[in-house]
């Protein structure tokens, strides 16, 4: 065998090179249309006009229809009232929509190709180098590293693969009853390579052309799924998750439960849930009490109905693409294992798709009300809207309780940015009463990772403030 067919440094060069002539044309077109568009303002509201149709057209039957969590059920927009999403009474309209899901169901599918083209981007950058970098880059087998990251890409695929099927078995099933939807259902089935058969799902031959259409969201949120479904339930980061779980726990068993009400009179909320390791902790810590986990995002709540549905464990490689700090390669193309065997969903346990601050609980009158937030708060553009959704909690219980553990790493265009000394005499001013607050900012005491990789030169980790808080405001 030729040297070069053995050598994987020479074939990702000689791969390389046929693809970047078309990359290069394809990029030329591309440079020349942007110009043109530039340049001609009638061009472009020609040109931006017709895209809009063309994605309008498939788009503007599935962005009316709702979609009911936890089922997937689908819902007309003009039903949705109250009687169709109870958790989420304070729609007319709006809320997640089929659209929204099979947006984010085609990030997901893009993974490997988006993955796979910023692996060859980086490939492209060192033909900018000397021949003698280039040959002592191929000595080190830098080539052979990108190869290696494609097949932690692919593997990593393969679990999205299955999160996607997960997620198009339950949409299909949800609503076979309802003829209304069949078509479009199967249509979302088969742009992801699936047939609906007698309501099950069937695979396509890989060699079928499945429909190419692009997600408008960064591949950022589909890497961070996957990374938080590791951060939620694989053992590996039990040291990130436990002394958050301890906290609240040991906060609701020792000062809110035990003190006379029965245990099924008390809902716990979780706003924010991520992938949902959090929520399930509570619901098995806490099996007579219901938990209501509200997360907004399509492609985090995709990923907790997958962990809490699926039953095998799964190998993840989160780091496969990180490619600074590492000491080693072996150690950025580790795989973690999802444990998800070990997390079935509880039935005390009711995880929703939606804004926390459309969020009402669907009983009127609990005992008590205990909010969980862990890295949260500082997730709000407007945090008075949080806490006025946290406090109109009191209108569905006697006793709301509020615990909190997090950092204050404020994001999303915040429109104000407190202290923890401001929040908490913010709490007070609005009828909170703290029954704890502490701050945890001591690194020789151990300080919170957040998705950190240990084995890396790059550690994030967060002071966390924990507070406990009784609202006592008969307003
Ligand atoms: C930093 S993450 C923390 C996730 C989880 N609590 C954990 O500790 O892993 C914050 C989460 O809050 C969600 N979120 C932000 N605003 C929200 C809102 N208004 N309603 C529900 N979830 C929201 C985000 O999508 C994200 O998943």
């Given at each position: 065998?030729?040297?070069?067919?053995?050598?994987?440094?020479?074939?990702?060069?000689k791969m390389a090179q046929a693809s970047s002539l078309t990359t290069n044309i394809a990029l030329a077109l591309v440079v020349v249309l942007m110009t043109l568009l530039r340049q001609n303002k009638?061009?472009?509201?020609?040109?931006?006009?017709?895209?809009?149709?063309?994605?309008?057209?498939?788009?503007?039957?599935?962005?009316?229809?709702?979609?009911?969590?936890?089922?997937?059920?689908?819902?007309?927009?003009?039903?949705?009232?109250?009687?169709?999403?109870?958790?989420?009474?304070?729609?007319?309209?709006?809320?997640?929509?089929?659209?929204?899901?099979?947006?984010?169901?085609?990030?997901?599918?893009?993974?490997?190709?988006?993955?796979?083209?910023?692996?060859?981007?980086?490939?492209?950058?060192?033909?900018?180098?000397?021949?003698?970098?280039?040959?002592?880059?191929?000595?080190?087998?830098?080539?052979?590293?990108?190869?290696?990251?494609?097949?932690?890409?692919?593997?990593?695929?393969?679990?999205?693969?299955?999160?996607?099927?997960?997620?198009?078995?339950?949409?299909?099933?949800?609503?076979?009853?309802?003829?209304?939807?069949?078509?479009?259902?199967?249509?979302?089935?088969?742009?992801?390579?699936?047939?609906?058969?007698?309501?099950?799902?069937?695979?396509?031959?890989?060699?079928?052309?499945?429909?190419?259409?692009?997600?408008?969201?960064?591949?950022?949120?589909?890497?961070?799924?996957?990374?938080?479904?590791?951060?939620?339930?694989?053992?590996?980061?039990?040291?990130?998750?436990?002394?958050?779980?301890?906290?609240?726990?040991?906060?609701?068993?020792?000062?809110?439960?035990?003190?006379?009400?029965?245990?099924?009179?008390?809902?716990?909320?979780?706003?924010?849930?991520?992938?949902?390791?959090?929520?399930?902790?509570?619901?098995?810590?806490?099996?007579?009490?219901?938990?209501?986990?509200?997360?907004?995002?399509?492609?985090?709540?995709?990923?907790?109905?997958?962990?809490?549905?699926?039953?095998?464990?799964?190998?993840?490689?989160?780091?496969?693409?990180?490619?600074?700090?590492?000491?080693?390669?072996?150690?950025?193309?580790?795989?973690?294992?999802?444990?998800?065997?070990?997390?079935?969903?509880?039935?005390?346990?009711?995880?929703?798709?939606?804004?926390?601050?459309?969020?009402?609980?669907?009983?009127?009158?609990?005992?008590?009300?205990?909010?969980?937030?862990?890295?949260?708060?500082?997730?709000?553009?407007?945090?008075?809207?949080?806490?006025?959704?946290?406090?109109?909690?009191?209108?569905?219980?006697?006793?709301?309780?509020?615990?909190?553990?997090?950092?204050?790493?404020?994001?999303?265009?915040?429109?104000?940015?407190?202290?923890?000394?401001?929040?908490?005499?913010?709490?007070?001013?609005?009828?909170?009463?703290?029954?704890?607050?502490?701050?945890?900012?001591?690194?020789?005491?151990?300080?919170?990772?957040?998705?950190?990789?240990?084995?890396?030169?790059?550690?994030?980790?967060?002071?966390?403030?924990?507070?406990?808080?009784?609202?006592?405001?008969?307003?």
């Amino acid at each position: 065998m030729p040297r070069s067919e053995k050598n994987p440094d020479i074939q990702y060069c000689k791969m390389a090179q046929a693809s970047s002539l078309t990359t290069n044309i394809a990029l030329a077109l591309v440079v020349v249309l942007m110009t043109l568009l530039r340049q001609n303002k009638s061009l472009q509201k020609w040109f931006v006009s017709n895209v809009e149709k063309l994605l309008s057209k498939k788009s503007s039957t599935t962005r009316k229809v709702n979609i009911l969590s936890p089922t997937l059920k689908l819902a007309r927009d003009e039903k949705s009232t109250g009687a169709y999403q109870p958790n989420f009474p304070k729609l007319s309209s709006g809320g997640p929509t089929l659209f929204e899901l099979t947006q984010n169901l085609v990030r997901l599918h893009e993974y490997r190709a988006r993955g796979e083209s910023y692996n060859g981007l980086l490939f492209q950058r060192t033909r900018q180098l000397g021949e003698n970098s280039q040959d002592q880059l191929r000595q080190l087998g830098y080539f052979t590293k990108l190869v290696k990251s494609n097949e932690g890409i692919r593997e990593n695929a393969k679990i999205i693969d299955k999160i996607i099927e997960h997620t198009l078995t339950k949409l299909v099933r949800s609503n076979e009853h309802d003829r209304e939807f069949t078509e479009e259902i199967e249509n979302i089935c088969g742009e992801h390579g699936y047939e609906v058969r007698d309501g099950h799902l069937t695979q396509l031959k890989s060699s079928s052309q499945f429909p190419v259409v692009l997600s408008q969201g960064s591949q950022n949120a589909v890497h961070e799924a996957l990374a938080h479904l590791c951060r939620d339930f694989s053992s590996y980061y039990s040291k990130e998750r436990d002394p958050l779980q301890k906290f609240i726990s040991n906060r609701i068993k020792n000062h809110v439960v035990g003190s006379g009400s029965p245990e099924e009179n008390n809902l716990i909320v979780v706003p924010g849930a991520g992938v949902g390791g959090l929520s399930h902790g509570l619901s098995s810590t806490f099996p007579h009490m219901r938990v209501d986990s509200i997360e907004l995002s399509a492609l985090m709540y995709i990923c907790n109905l997958f962990a809490l549905g699926y039953d095998r464990d799964v190998k993840i490689r989160p780091f496969t693409q990180q490619y600074s700090g590492q000491t080693e390669f072996g150690n950025q193309l580790r795989a973690l294992s999802a444990d998800l065997s070990k997390f079935n969903q509880c039935d005390n346990l009711n995880p929703l798709w939606g804004d926390f601050r459309q969020y009402s609980p669907n009983a009127k009158n609990f005992d008590k009300i205990i909010v969980c937030s862990a890295y949260f708060i500082d997730t709000a553009e407007n945090v008075f809207d949080y806490l006025a959704s946290i406090e109109a909690l009191k209108g569905y219980c006697k006793e709301l309780h509020w615990v909190n553990v997090g950092p204050l790493k404020y994001g999303t265009k915040p429109l104000v940015q407190f202290t923890g000394d401001e929040l908490k005499r913010l709490r007070k001013m609005r009828g909170w009463k703290d029954l704890v607050q502490t701050y945890e900012v001591d690194y020789s005491k151990g300080l919170n990772g957040y998705l950190t990789d240990y084995e890396s030169m790059y550690q994030g980790y967060y002071g966390l403030l924990k507070f406990h808080s009784v609202f006592e405001n008969s307003d």
